[in-house]
Each structure stands twice: as structure tokens, then as C-alpha cells.
């Protein structure tokens, strides 16, 4: 009786072990069918379409170039059962169910908006002061050559990957507005100006 | 034996849970490049473009089709880069002035996130899904396609004009009664 029971057991663990390969098998067939190589896919040649276009006067005097890494996690919800092998993944995937990595590079530009407003000028004989609006933030430039993405496992909706990359922008802004470039800003605005100003003249900048 | 097999796999799990159950904090990086620079720009083109993708499959196991409309829209500014006008370019004589300024080019590209929207996505077959990744790619290409095409759009024409007439608002206001502006020799694609 007890050599049955061992027989059976035995029976049993090979008959588990062949149901463990034919499923492997199957998935890695499946994986392998489905799976896309690095794929050298070339977009086909579509034409431009010009929306829209402005006449501006911006001149841009500073230049603040940052990476920000941006992040969104799933884990997995409830407690781990052990006895169901479907749950082992978790141990696996250390209890993150998904997640998407971006690595985003970014520039914010500052200086004069001009294209609302107009340089005033005064003139006397030894001097020239100009009547500048107080530069602003004119761009803040993110664009996908500049995008990497890191770490994706699970899928992401569109919505998740834009929202990723529109809360990077703000965080490269803010980092852009926490170092204070206005007086840089003002600085090279003068170097710009004094160029321009094709004589002696003293120069005096004076902003609203 | 399968009660200690099971609490040999219960403590492994226990201690995996307790190390991976804190969330990873991300390292903030403290990189940034500050620069001064000098660009007058007086043209903005909003460009839109229909990224268009045909993923046909080498392998003869992998059946089925992956196509892809992606929309997108890219703000593009063109000027001049003012830094690169020397001494020499700028000639007074009385109340006339001459000056000569570099050549018009593309001083900012920018895609907004919130423009980029997926318009058609067919998978058929055994193929996969087009990951973020792939999404990404595919932008990285539309994105040169926008910058090889643009000047086919007229926006540096539009850019010198522009330029032109800002800079001679600019030193009429100083005084002069006549101002030359000049470009230095054209490239081809304008």
C-alpha cells in the first residue's frame, strides 16, 4: 500500500512536469510568434500642413537646458497568496504590477516679448535709454528627439505617457524659475542692445 | 517535507515583500545647463502633420498587420542669431545705416505632448501592440521629417522680411533716415 502511494505520487509529479512543458512550450511559441524584434520600421513620406503663422518680435537672451526623470507606478493590489502559482509573478516582479520611466531633456528660454509692445527710446547727444517690458518666459521646449523612454513593462495608454511627459515640462519650468534668470536675462539684453547701438553712446536700459 | 518546502517559500516571500513593499524613490537629478544667447526671432509656423505607419512583418510566422495614423502638431520659430553679428557688420555713415546680418534659421522646435494624439491603430493577427516606445520612435521620425520638409513651407522668406522690418522700426526709431539691411550669402534652400 505504501509503494502505491509513492507510485502514485511519482505518477503524479511526472504527469504535472509534462503539463508544465507543453504550457511552457506553448507560451514561448506564442511569444516568439507574437513578440516584435527591434523593428527598423520607417515611417512612409505624409506632407506638411502649415496651421498657422505669426509675425513675433522675441529676442531671447538666456537659455536653461535640464533632464528630469518622470515616473508612474502600479503595484499590485491585496495580499500575496502563496499557494496560487499565478501570484508568484509578484515575487518576481517585486510587487510592481507596471511601470513607465521617462527621461525627458528640455529648454526654457528667456527674454522679450515684443511682438504686443514696442522699444520706446529717448535720445540725447551722449546717451540713449530704451524702455524694455520686463523679459519673460518666451518658450519651454520639449520634443520627442529628446525623449527616451526608459523603463516601460505592462501597457500605457497614450493619455498616461502624455500626461508623464506634460508633468515633466512643468517641472523642468519650475526648475527653470527656481534659479531666478531675469537678471541674467536683463544682463545679456544689455550686451544684445549695446551691440545694436552702432556708436559710443552711453546706454541706459530702464524695464516696465 | 512539503510543510517545510512550504515554509521555506512562505519566509522567502515574507522577506521579499518586506524588502520590495517600500516604493522606489527616484533620484532627482541636478543637471542643468544655463546659457546666454542672443536670438531674434520674428516668425512662428504651427506645422500639423499626419505620421503615417505601415508595419509589415519580415518573418512568415508573424501573421497579420500593425498600421498607425499619428496626428501631431510642432511650433516652429525662425530669426537670427544676433550673437553672430560682428563689429564690421554694422556700417554708419551719417544718418544712414548698413548692416549685414547672418542667415535666417530655425531657432526653436517644439511638439507639444498635448498635440500628439493617435488617430488609427489597427493590430491584426499575431501582431503586438505598438508599445510607448515604438510610439516614441515613431515620433523621433516624424519629428525630422517636419525639420527636413519645413523649408518647402516659406518661413525663412518669412523670417528675413520679418527681420528686416523689426530691425529697420528699430534704428529709424534711433534716428536714421535710411537703413540697408543685408543678408549674408544665401544657402540653397532658401
Not at chain 1, 527656481?178 to 545694436?196: I, T
Not at chain 2, 542672443?38 to 505607419?53: A, N, Q, R, W
Request: proline letters at 2%; hydrophobic letters at 40%.
Amino acid at each position: 500500500m505504501y509503494s502505491n502511494r509513492i507510485k502514485n505520487r511519482i505518477r503524479l509529479a511526472k504527469n504535472l512536469l509534462v503539463l508544465s512543458a507543453m504550457v511552457a512550450l506553448v507560451v514561448i511559441i506564442w511569444r516568439t510568434c507574437s513578440k516584435e524584434e527591434e523593428s527598423n520600421f520607417q515611417i512612409d513620406d505624409t506632407p506638411l500642413h502649415v496651421e498657422s503663422i505669426r509675425t513675433i518680435a522675441e529676442i531671447s537672451t538666456v537659455s536653461y537646458k535640464d533632464q528630469v526623470v518622470v515616473d508612474t507606478v502600479e503595484y499590485f493590489k491585496g495580499d500575496l497568496n502563496l499557494y496560487d502559482p499565478l501570484e508568484w509573478e509578484r515575487i518576481y516582479k517585486r510587487n510592481i504590477k507596471r511601470r513607465l520611466t521617462l527621461i525627458i531633456e528640455g529648454e526654457v528660454r528667456y527674454g522679450l516679448d515684443l511682438t504686443k509692445s514696442i522699444i520706446k527710446q529717448k535720445q540725447s547727444n551722449d546717451t540713449v535709454f530704451l524702455y524694455l517690458p520686463e523679459p519673460v518666459v518666451l518658450d519651454v521646449m520639449v520634443s520627442p528627439s529628446k525623449t527616451e523612454i526608459f523603463q516601460e513593462t505592462g501597457t500605457w495608454s497614450d493619455i498616461a505617457r502624455v500626461k508623464l511627459e506634460l508633468k515633466a515640462k512643468k517641472l523642468i519650468q519650475q526648475n527653470a524659475e527656481e534659479v531666478h534668470l531675469n537678471e541674467k536675462a536683463k544682463k545679456n539684453l544689455y550686451s544684445v542692445f549695446r551691440k545694436l547701438i552702432a556708436d559710443d553712446r552711453k546706454l541706459i536700459i530702464h524695464y516696465e | 517535507m512539503i510543510v517545510k518546502i512550504q515554509i521555506l517559500l512562505l519566509l522567502g516571500a515574507i522577506l521579499n515583500l518586506i524588502s520590495c513593499s517600500n516604493k522606489e524613490e527616484l533620484p532627482t537629478p541636478d543637471v542643468h545647463e544655463i546659457r546666454k544667447i542672443g536670438v531674434l526671432s520674428t516668425t512662428e509656423y504651427t506645422i500639423g502633420k499626419i505620421i503615417k505607419l505601415d508595419d509589415k512583418a519580415e518573418e512568415w510566422y508573424k501573421y497579420g498587420d500593425r498600421k498607425i495614423l499619428i496626428h501631431c502638431r510642432a511650433k516652429i520659430k525662425a530669426g537670427i542669431d544676433l550673437d553672430k553679428i560682428e563689429k564690421e557688420d554694422i556700417v554708419v555713415e551719417g544718418d544712414q545705416i548698413e548692416i549685414t546680418l547672418p542667415e535666417v534659421e530655425i531657432v526653436s522646435f517644439e511638439m507639444d505632448p498635448k498635440h500628439v494624439r493617435t488617430e488609427v491603430e489597427n493590430i491584426t493577427g499575431f501582431r503586438d501592440r505598438f508599445t510607448q516606445e515604438e510610439k516614441n520612435k515613431i515620433l523621433k521620425q516624424g519629428e525630422k521629417a517636419i525639420l527636413k520638409d519645413i523649408e518647402k513651407t516659406g518661413i525663412y522668406k518669412d523670417a528675413q522680411k520679418n527681420t528686416a522690418a523689426f530691425l529697420e522700426d528699430f534704428f529709424k526709431e534711433q534716428g536714421y533716415k535710411e537703413v540697408i539691411i543685408n543678408y549674408v550669402q544665401q544657402s540653397d534652400k532658401k
